[in-house]
């Protein structure tokens, strides 16, 4: 008994300590996350331009937000259009990489190097650099092209090409999920797959019914990575765009910028903010909900 109690009184000691370890992530979170987020709340219900005295206007922003805004629905389905692409795009490209990576080939680590090295580069500096490859007169792209007599194409000067191209620089900058993906991959256990080339299976089998399931959780935490930093795209609109042609690459971010510092409505840009929050929070958690259905951990979903 005496064993027992001193046992409980350990955990309980462990118990505070972790708490005590968790309060500067707690405060950073409340002074860095939900503050901000419980600010722009409460902005969204008034009024405030520039220097001028905030005036509260209730729902008004939100009635003008789905009523009489141009922008905000079309920058919606821009954004849903980019984030598509550019995460099935990136989980794609990511998990074939990793999976060429995770051979044993000359030069391994230069190789793994070489594709992480976009992901840590300055993201303006990446986009400028292929926007010259993208350039419709003298960019490597269109080169490549003419040289194979296809006529020279307007990669971001054309409304219905713009979205596409920028979300190919996305999944070339996804270097992060390579790493990730590379680290699943190599704790696969290796009698998972001395088993199923026993019973037979081929490499297509091998991936579908042992490399796909043993990375589900890998996968399902790269997807939700993807798909959180997709939807708040706003770098390519800032440094190539500023939104068009036209309004094609208006996306939701930017025109919250737009809105906050080109047009000094702050408490309208509040209000866009604080709905786009709830839509990435929805999509967030249709994530998860159905994560339950085809996502496998070992020894159980518990």
């Known amino acids: 008994m005496a064993e027992k109690t001193k046992r409980i009184k350990t955990t309980g000691n462990e118990t505070r300590t972790a708490y005590l370890f968790l309060i500067p992530a707690l405060i950073g979170l409340s002074v860095l996350t939900y503050g901000p987020l419980l600010a722009v709340f409460v902005l969204s219900f008034f009024n405030w331009r520039g220097a001028m005295t905030p005036s509260f206007t209730g729902i008004g922003n939100y009635i003008r937000l789905f009523s009489t805004d141009p922008y905000f629905l079309d920058s919606l389905r821009v954004t849903v259009y980019f984030s598509v692409i550019a995460v099935i795009g990136s989980m794609v490209y990511s998990l074939a990489v990793a999976m060429l990576l995770n051979r044993k080939i000359p030069a391994r680590g230069f190789f793994r190097s070489v594709f992480y090295l976009p ?7 990446v986009y400028i650099g292929w926007s010259w490859l993208y350039e419709s007169n003298f960019g490597l792209f269109n080169y490549v092209l003419n040289r194979l007599g296809i006529h020279k194409v307007n990669f971001i000067a054309d409304p219905n090409l713009v979205v596409p191209s920028l979300a190919l620089i996305a999944v070339w900058l996804s270097g992060n999920l390579i790493v990730i993906f590379l680290a699943g991959l190599q704790n696969v256990p290796r009698t998972y797959y001395e088993a199923a080339e026993i019973d037979g299976a081929g490499v ?19 997807l939700l990575m993807s ?9 390519p609109a800032l440094a190539l765009t500023g939104g068009g042609p036209g309004n094609s690459s208006m996306f939701t971010t930017y025109l919250m910028y737009r809105y906050a510092f080109k047009s000094s409505q702050l408490g309208y840009a509040s209000a866009i903010s604080f709905v786009f929050f709830i839509i990435v929070a929805v999509f967030t958690g249709l994530l998860f909900a159905t994560s339950k259905d085809w996502v496998f951990y070992e020894g159980g979903k518990e």
Not at 119 to 125: E, G, M, R, W
Not at 209 to 222: E, R
Not at 227 to 235: A, C, G, R, S
């Open 119 to 125: 992901y840590i580069l300055p993201a303006v500096a």
């Open 204 to 222: 297509w089998q091998r991936f579908c019914h042992v490399t796909i399931p043993s990375m589900t959780p890998i996968i399902f935490y790269n």
């Open 227 to 235: 798909l959180v930093t997709n939807l708040q795209v706003v770098t």
